[in-house]
């Protein structure tokens, strides 16, 4: 399996060793981001228009009564939520992103590539505008619902498309794009239809917001993430072999058609769960792997689990300055992803002199 | 509907406050005090809520909810706001300021919630101020439940009341009224303005009901006229609010049967096309919030010329100067606000005046009107708010 690998480093001779090492500072890279993340964390824990001290925070994290019950609200129903709901998105989406861009070899992808926010932002509409069920649940978890059936919905449509017309990315980004706009479509008429402030609803549930996390969404992530990571892991060599190509990868004896179906599928998941829980967070999925590919490389080993921390600490930096910008005001996330996200991302892009995309 | 019930009390904050109270009484060497007291009211979204009578610590869902809570605490209305949103300073900053210069350095304590129509609201703030009552706008409803704002407030032991002077004000004004009055202590008040209001709407929905369709003006409004640079035309009211407004005036609204919504955008060919009697431009001093308006910037620090330029801009504008409504100068402009707010019963019998001069002449709007300010509100009238092409 190291041959496979180790194909980027030319000679055989001394290879074994340069792998150790390069590995060794991989994992010190997963380290350093994990000690960041979490110190991010416990920041996010402690901002708030409260001005709670991080000792009765963590008074309160360890027995929720110790304060009373207004900071029992404050920590395990609002910042609680928040912080955790804010770091397992980015782990979604950065999951979610950096393999969709390895099957579909394509550096512009990203989970949102095949329509699955506008398809998302379709259902939400409806269930603000129409309150149609789309499957029957109750009246908080409406909006919730609607986007993630027609979120995981358009995937099985493209999924559909590629037994019509072959497994190849080309078919799957084109008909992904066919999609978005049709949904775009159909949420510019529910729009029309819609009274001013169902509107500015529909249009603040795409911005993104964390303040909608709880634990029961909470639950719900990281039982999608305990679906999909073997799934990942199990696959991991097959999938660092598919960034050579797809016919190097088939002739190591990978069957592509069949990983990238399967792949469809987790990212469908991990996607529309994160979009329907807390609306269109536009960048992270994108950003969060390249991040990852600048720093450790395309082997999943590093590739994956990086760009899941990078993701996380971008969401988890955005839930602290959504509340800091103005006290008491909590700014839409999907605004923030993108305006501290873009001149981070770019000034890595200056930073490196070698071509990350190859 | 969904029913939700604050079984919170609050106990501990009321043996504070009685604690507090009594110790004050025994200094001021005063015997009688009042106790705050529970009191179940219901709202305008039919939830049964448990609210503190006399609530000292209030949020407001929309600033403009001040209109209401003007009426009710006359000598010091900002004394129980300890937050808002900021719809009042954006969009009518003439009010905010007639407001804020009455009642020095009490605006600025005010925490600002942002923008009433994110549908976010911090609940962190909230319980960190201490508040004892949250009061949203019906419009909300959906969304605060949706968000989970609701069950968060109610498990800190905030209660949240709905009130709606915007979705359905000819039904929902007074109950909003009476059910202020009643968390705020000043039944009162609300009752001798509710008295007031109904004489008001009265003036015009008795007299109207016996016009026949056929002498009914047809009226299109022109909801935020002039908003857009390019003075795009043609967002309208269905058979709601300001749309409702101009049916119970003795008009007839044209997207009232056009549309079932609230809102829409009509068809300017449709417009030229069935060439209404009356055009009616809603605005408001947006010129703050958006410079590049071109809207008549209708309040109370108004002057009455750049009002007429700004109309007879509007009336300039490719398409409309050839209208009927322009030839016959039955085109004129509305204060916007009046679309959100208990005194819209000035835009009603300006709405009558307008179509059935003859019938509503010895009716005086602007004396009423004026009325309003001298009876019931610390700030003076002043400014203008509607004015016809001349």
Redesign the interface.
Known sequence: MTDLVSSEVTTAAGSGKRFQARSNRRYLFLGVIGVILTASILVDMTTGPGNLTVDTVIETILDSQAHGVPMEVIVWDIRLPIALMAILIGAMLGAAGAQMQTILNNPLADPFTLGISSAASFGAAVAIVFKINLIPIAGPFLVTANAFVLALSTSFVIYAFTFLRGVTSETMVLVGIALMFTFAALLSLLEYRATQVQLSQIVFWMMGSLSRASWTKIGACLAILAVTMPLFVWRMWSLTALRMGDDKAASLGVNVKRIRVEMLIAISLLASTAVAFVGTVAFVGLVGPHIARMVVGEDQRFFLPFSMLASALIMSVTSIVSKTITPGIIYPIGIITSLIGIPFFVSLILATRRANWR | M?HVRSPFLRVQTIAWQTACIISLGLTLGVAAVAIAEPIEVTDIAGRTVTVEKDVQRVILGEGRMMYSVAVLDREEPFKRIV?WKDDLIQYDPDAFRKFRDAFPGRTDKI????SP????F????A??Q?ADLVIL?Y??L??A?????L??LD???IPAVFIDFR?RPLQNTVPSLLLLGKVFDREAEAEEFIDFYMQQMRVVTNRVKDIPTEERPLVFIENAAGWFEEGDCCNTFGGANLGKMVDEAGGANWGTKKFP?????ASFEAIIADDPDVIIGTGANWSEARPEVKAVLLGYEAEPEAVQTRLGALADRKGFSSMRAVETKRFYSIYHQFYNSPYHFVALQTFAKWFHPDLFEDVDAAANFKELHDRFLPIEFSGVFWASLE
């Open positions: 969904v937050g925490t600002n919630y942002g129509y994110s549908g976010e911090s609940v962190e703030s319980i960190t201490e706008d419009g909300n959906f969304n439940e949706e968000s989970g704002v069950e968060r498990k800190a032991g979705e919504g609230y809102r829409g955008e």
